[in-house]
């Protein structure tokens, strides 16, 4: 039976044993593995799960039971997307979304797991189910454990219905998309593959030919790697038996077909007009037989980039290949995740997320629209409403940084005693070390600035790009070495470094270099800034010509970013990448780093008051990508001595 979780008040649910198969019956996409971690079904969560306790929230799902009532799932958190500690929510209508209940079912992971994605769907027979993506961080005594999990219930027009324990779907991946019933029988469900699995394509489906008692790999089609990103996807079936995927990339929608239910697919290519936000669309096949898609009628910004806003209802009458009639469902910025169920009478009903973590939004919406509403263009049809709010986040958060910033604000020394340093580049500079517990405490004046732009005491890991994947970085040992080196004065790390960035989102007028400029100048009001660190060109090196207008790029950017702070020439030090990145990308292109690093060499020579760390002897912690634990330590020790000599 799964455990209570961390809060004491909820009731834990009445188990339905009978009604599915225990994790070791189900059938996994990985069938040698080590049993699955059970997560925590929480009923009525209450107090540590309401409102005013989380953050954020966001990727919303919705379905209908059959007499009616309306369930919306979404993931949230104390701490920021993708945290380990998200937890699943799942909130109920029985008055057809007009008003909603706080979360009835709250599901869990025990310590070091993050729960997220949950997508309902309502089967053939009736019966609800949520489908969940569950994450297990890599320690360093057990592997990473991923995998799609569900939890049913078998009355889902009670406002109180009987949910199951917890069970495993398939490992290694998660389930994005509702499953489809074929017409030759079967449910097939979008998968996006992130195990090692033998060469299989990573942008796949499950099969299950026995109504969910088991699920099995089918097959599936591969997303070039510089486009893919997650590869949410949704299908539909077309009059002829062939299946159609629509999949999220990095520059907006692709589109697969399959002729054979779904064990080999075409490769896939870009949808016509459809380039976009890289962000979750959801199309399917309505009653009539119309394809109805959802996604961004977006133009690019100032930055080149194209913002989730714009969230647009898509009709097409030849299953997909056009697509002439549509409706705006929501105009506003910060919209995205839209997810879609029609009811019998024809009525579709429309969630999406706004302002995951914009103060007074973070919302779970629902719109009711039709079919006729896409085909005139406009939103007037019998039954039809707009913004319906299903849940808004209010709280400031209760995670342990949290707990510590209304502390340190009174207790913060003087401006003039507070060092500043701004951390900022890819993964690297953000730390993928295995954590050392000792280690992670900050025996020294060290504070770091968090997600929230408060001060909090320095512990490790400084950065929150990736949460499942941050640890150990340079960062901490470089303050270390900082505040030994000067003891009247304490030293405040500004962590902005983003895992996988390219340096175009650095440089002026990229998103990354706004959010540093403004967390720094934010920071600035305590302290005042000692000097940037840099790392970062991983990101560039699998092209020529980025990596050879590296430096000039580089520079302007160092020029720019002092202005903007109004410091002066503050001291800037740049690493070079690890000697052990490998000569070939994964996809057997040329890899430039050797030509990066010796742009990266030359900033010396282009801006004062710049210095370049080496990283000669330095080890990779087994991936030729990041460095080991001991290489950032000594990495961070490196970069102090090179500021210091700036500073003199």
């Not at 953050?55 to 379905?63: A, S």
């Not at 949230?76 to 500690?85: L, M, P, R, T, Y």
């Not at 089609?221 to 486009?227: A, F, V």
């Not at 990508?625 to 990495?635: E, G, M």
Request: with cysteine; charged share 25%.
């Amino acid at each position: 039976m799964a455990g209570r979780g961390r809060f004491d008040k909820p009731m834990m649910c009445r188990f339905l044993l009978a009604a599915v198969l225990s994790v070791s019956s189900v059938s996994a996409v990985s069938a040698q593995a080590p049993a699955f971690p059970q997560a925590n079904v929480l009923l009525n969560p209450g107090k540590g799960y309401d409102d005013v306790s989380r953050v954020w929230q966001g990727i919303p799902g919705i379905e209908r039971a059959p007499k009616g009532r309306l369930w919306v799932t979404w993931y949230s958190g104390d701490e920021g997307e993708g945290a380990i500690g998200n937890y699943a929510l799942v909130a109920t209508s029985g008055d057809d979304g007009k008003h909603w209940s706080k979360p009835v079912v709250a599901i869990e992971g025990n310590k070091g797991t993050k729960i997220g994605d949950p997508i309902p769907w309502v089967d053939p027979k009736g019966r609800l189910w949520v489908f969940y993506n569950q994450l297990t961080a890599k320690t360093e005594t057990s592997p990473t454990i991923r995998g799609t999990c569900a939890i049913r219930c078998d009355d889902p027009d009670s406002a109180k219905p009987t949910w199951s324990e917890p069970f495993l779907v398939a490992e290694d991946g998660i389930l994005f998309g509702k499953p489809i019933v074929r017409a030759g029988g079967g449910w097939l469900a979008p998968f996006f593959l992130m195990g090692n699995q033998a060469g299989r394509p990573e942008t796949c489906t499950l099969l299950s030919s026995n109504e969910g008692e088991t699920w099995e790999w089918h097959g599936g089609t591969s997303i070039p790697e510089d486009l893919r990103n997650f590869s949410e996807a949704t299908l539909a079936q077309r009059k002829d038996g062939s299946i159609w995927t629509v999949i999220r990339t990095t520059k907006g929608l692709y589109e697969s077909t399959s002729t054979d239910g779904g064990k080999t697919w075409s490769d896939a290519i870009a949808m016509p007009a459809y380039e976009g936000p890289s962000t979750r669309a959801c199309m399917m096949k309505l009653a009539s037989g119309a394809f109805m898609l959802i996604y961004h009628d977006a133009k690019k910004n100032e930055n080149g980039a194209y913002p989730r806003t714009r969230l647009m209802a898509w009709l097409s009458d030849d299953e997909g290949r056009t697509w002439p009639h549509k409706v705006m469902v929501d105009e506003r910025s910060s919209v995205s995740y839209p997810d879609a169920i029609q009811a019998p009478d024809g009525r579709i009903y429309i969630t999406y997320d706004h302002g995951r973590y914009n103060a007074g939004e973070k919302e779970v919406l629902v719109a009711i629209i039709s079919e006729a509403d896409i085909r005139a263009g406009k939103i007037t049809s019998a039954g039809s409403a707009q913004r319906l709010l299903v849940s808004r986040a209010l709280g400031y958060g209760n995670h342990s940084d949290i707990r510590t910033e209304n502390d340190l604000a009174t207790k913060l020394p003087p401006k003039e005693k507070l060092d500043l340093y701004l951390l900022i580049g890819q993964s690297n500079m953000a730390g993928r070390g295995l954590l050392d517990t000792e280690k992670s405490v900050s025996k020294l004046r060290v504070l770091k600035f968090s997600p929230n732009n408060k001060w909090t005491y320095g512990v490790e890991p400084l950065h929150y790009d990736k949460p499942a994947a941050v640890g150990a970085g340079l960062g901490m040992s470089f303050a270390r070495e900082m505040a030994d080196a000067n003891r009247g004065v304490t030293v405040g790390v500004i962590p902005c470094a983003v895992g996988g960035t390219p340096l175009e989102r650095w440089v002026k007028g990229g998103d990354l270099y706004a959010q540093a400029l403004e967390r720094a100048r934010l920071a600035m009001k305590d302290g005042t800034l000692k000097g940037i660190l840099w790392h970062q060109g991983e990101g560039d090196s699998g092209d020529e010509g980025k990596s050879k207008s590296y430096a000039d790029r580089l520079a302007k950017m160092i020029v720019d970013l002092r202005a903007d702070l109004g410091a002066g020439e503050v001291p800037f030090v740049a690493g070079k990448l690890g000697e052990f990145l490998a000569m070939e990308t994964k996809t057997q292109t040329p890899c430039y780093w050797p030509l990066v690093n010796e742009q990266i060499a030359s900033i010396p020579s282009r801006v004062a008051k710049t210095a370049v760390v080496e990283s000669t002897g330095l080890k990779d912690k087994g991936d030729k990508v990041h460095f080991d634990t001991p290489s950032l330590r000594t990495f961070g020790v490196r970069y102090a001595e090179a500021m210091k000599l700036l500073q003199k």
